[in-house]
């Protein structure tokens, strides 16, 4: 088969991520992402919507084509999708590809991980917005229990995960005060809290400005409690500003995309359960790749390589902006976050 040229977008960012929804079914109803009120309670695209392992497949080789090097599995809630151990299995052969990711609400990892780490899932990322039980269960729409997650957790590290990626939304007056204590429960552990700044995705969650704690705040509050000192990014285009205990105690993260916005060198790709592409979180519509993926790899390859070469978008960066102001947006639960 001939390689294509990798692409580059209008602003010459290449194509290195890839987020893939799995499923878009959860069994939390976070405000901030899938708020009950909003979302039916059965909500989920039927199982023959979804792309098959075979679809799936097929794409992620079309997009490693592309120089996809990182693959990140999404939700939805992904640990609900059926024998997601053998979708990993197959994943982690395709050459190219470096690193496989999965991004979960923890609920169900404690029964899984030991599979996935089996089948070569090397990194998890768990989503954990309070440790307090009863903020952690508001927030996950009276669904969801902090122990269940910390012991899917303990799970993950006697599976063979050494560093989770600990994940916190902080949303003014509902889990500010969770900081700190999150910081300090896995400060020495070598897992790395993260805290996002609450983000307009999708049109269900509310958000305004003023419900957002800028990430200068913690990282001062936090600062104030453990001296911090920034590191340097892994790599360019990393979402989250990294900092480290001075006193050794490993590290914090910060993804500050309505304060600092990153779209300058955002080279994320993301697609959805049903086979849709998004160029952008913030994106109002995706571009449907099902019959594509129906042609073969290296039509899918030459397809989403045109899609991407006209890639404009900067969403972040012009929020406000009346080119964007009344702009729908896709909702976080279809593509992950």
Not at 49 to 76: H, N
Not at 248 to 274: I, L, M, N, Q, W
Request: with cysteine; net charge neutral; proline share 4%.
């Amino acid at each position: 088969m001939n390689s294509p040229t990798l692409p580059r977008d209008l602003l010459g960012r290449p194509l290195h991520d890839l987020r893939l929804s799995v499923i878009d079914a959860c069994n939390f109803r976070c405000g901030y992402c899938m708020p009950a009120d909003r979302v039916p309670e059965d909500y989920g695209t039927d199982a023959s919507q979804r792309l098959s392992f075979d679809e799936i497949e097929t794409l992620v080789r079309a997009f490693a084509r592309l120089g996809v090097r990182k693959l990140r599995l999404t939700g939805g809630e992904p640990l609900l999708r059926k024998r997601l151990p053998e979708l990993v299995r197959r994943l982690a052969g395709i050459a190219g590809l470096e690193d496989i990711a999965l991004t979960t609400n923890g609920m169900l990892l404690a029964t899984q991980a030991r599979a996935l780490h089996d089948a070569g899932l090397r990194r998890i990322t768990v989503s954990l917005d309070a440790l307090d039980p009863e903020v952690f269960t508001d927030m996950s729409g009276r669904r969801g229990q902090v122990r269940d997650v910390l012991a899917g957790i303990d799970a993950a590290m006697a599976a063979g995960f050494t560093r989770l990626k600990i994940n916190a939304v902080v949303q003014r007056g509902v889990n500010e005060a969770q900081v700190l204590p999150l910081v300090e429960r896995f400060r020495g552990t070598g897992h790395v809290v993260r805290f996002i700044e609450f983000m307009d995705v999708g049109d269900s969650n509310d958000w305004r400005r003023d419900r957002m704690v800028p990430s200068s705040v913690l990282r001062d509050r936090i600062g104030a409690r453990w001296p911090l000192h920034a590191l340097q990014a892994d790599y360019r285009g990393e979402v989250a500003e990294r900092y480290a205990f001075d006193d050794g105690g490993g590290e914090v993260g910060f993804v500050s995309s309505v304060s600092t916005p990153f779209c300058g060198d955002c080279h994320r790709a993301r697609v959805s359960a049903d086979g849709r592409l998004f160029t952008c979180l913030f994106a109002s519509e995706g571009a449907d790749l099902r019959a594509v993926v129906g042609q073969g790899e290296e039509a899918l390859a030459a397809h989403v390589a045109g899609l991407w070469n006209a890639r404009g978008d900067r969403y972040s960066e012009l929020r406000g902006s009346p080119e964007v102001r009344d702009r729908r947006r896709v909702e976080m639960y279809l593509i992950g976050g």
